[in-house]
């Protein structure tokens, strides 16, 4: 485990192959994603924005099992996403 600094001053973890700070590239991707989105950690952002994944109405387009191989999007990701899905009436696909 090493810890690292960014350019803004955040402190973080670097535990992972991703070089990019977590705290910046949050407030990036949160940015990006907009209000639809529930706050999600960085690395879940940035694995659905490598799926190309921009509004939660796409998610019902995968499965669980598809979001859990996203590098980077976890459990705790999916429970909250799905949370919000419920919400909005929506599902992930089956
Ligand atoms: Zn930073």
Do not use: W
């Amino acid at each position: 485990m090493s810890i690292r600094t960014c350019k803004n001053g955040h402190t973080f973890d670097k535990s992972s192959s991703c070089p990019v700070c977590p705290i910046c590239s949050g407030e990036e991707m949160g940015e990006k994603f907009g209000d639809e989105f529930p706050k999600l950690g960085a690395p879940a952002f940035r694995a659905l924005d490598s799926a190309g994944i921009r509004h939660l109405s796409q998610l019902t387009n995968y499965t669980e099992e598809q979001l859990l191989q996203l590098h980077g999007f976890g459990p705790k990701a999916l429970r909250i996403l799905k949370e919000t899905l419920n919400e909005k009436g929506l599902s992930l696909s089956k």
